[in-house]
């Protein structure tokens, strides 16, 4: 609890001691807006200075109620950082799930990359929903979670979906674990043997996030094999083969999920 705690009670109804530096504040009794991002000429403070720096002794310039009859008009920050709560917890029981089955039944597989770990990169809330990518020692999975008033656990496992970015349309496809729930998952890398390290896979990831919604990508084709194929040719001048021999196959070898380099 701060100073402002029991002076602000009533005015903004418990939300004092959430308000962030970005609140912007509204007088109760003349409406006048107090934006941190304009600061209040009139008594000089400077442009940037949050509702809660304001001086004790600050009030309305239009009819000089005192701070304390001011409320919350808008906090972006305050929304940013429920945002951001939100995902840390579902972005952490998902790496938790997924280091659990690395941890188990993967941990042997041949096919698994042992320099790369279970790590979730980019997540943000995309239409309500949190989006992002999940890097594993095996995939690397556009990852979609249900937003918070929705409920996924009635997902048939294997289902196809078609998911619009800006990008275009991706395939998803439905799944449930006992731990998470429902999720919806785009391939994006499987197997993962052409990744030289974490940061490496992060790099990739956090170029999928950005071109997934650049709109400048859209074509009427499987987006996710040309994203694919771009990280693709990104990851292949560290190679010797020539161009030639090295674009066509790799980008098979991903499209078929480790088919061809199995066989
Ligand atoms: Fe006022």
Not at 204 to 228: C, K, P, Q, S, Y
Not at 233 to 249: F, N, S, T, V, Y
Request: hydrophobic residues 40%; aromatic residues 8%.
């Amino acid at each position: 609890m701060n100073e402002f705690s029991n002076r602000f009670e009533g005015s903004f109804l418990g939300a004092n001691d959430k308000i962030s530096a970005q609140a912007i504040m509204e007088c109760k009794v003349c409406w006048s807006p107090y934006d941190p991002a304009e600061g209040d000429d009139y008594r000089q403070v400077e442009p940037g200075t949050a509702f809660t720096d304001l001086p004790d002794d600050w009030s309305c310039p239009n009819c000089s109620a005192p701070k304390e009859q001011f409320m919350v008009l808008e906090d972006p920050g305050s929304e940013a950082a429920t945002e951001a709560a939100q995902l840390d917890g579902v972005t952490a029981r998902l790496v938790a799930d997924f280091r659990e089955i690395w941890h188990s039944k993967m941990r042997d597989v041949p096919m698994v990359n042992k320099l790369l770990t279970v790590e979730a990169v980019g997540f943000r809330i995309v239409d309500g929903r949190p989006l992002g990518v999940l890097i594993s020692p095996w995939f690397m999975n556009l990852i979609q979670l249900p937003g918070e008033d929705e409920d996924w656990t009635d997902l048939v496992a294997g289902e196809k979906e078609l998911v619009a970015f800006p990008s275009g349309e991706y395939e998803f496809i439905h799944n449930t674990r006992e731990q998470i729930g429902g999720y919806k998952a785009c391939s994006l890398f499987s197997p993962m043997g052409e990744f030289k390290s974490q940061m490496q896979a992060q790099e990739v990831a956090a170029a999928v996030m950005v071109a997934l919604f650049d709109a400048g990508n859209r074509a009427e084709t499987d987006r996710a094999a040309d994203i694919r194929a771009a990280r693709e040719a990104e990851l292949a001048p560290e190679r010797d083969d020539p161009p030639m021999l090295r674009d066509a196959p790799s980008r098979r070898a991903v499209i078929t999920a480790g088919m061809a380099e199995q066989g």
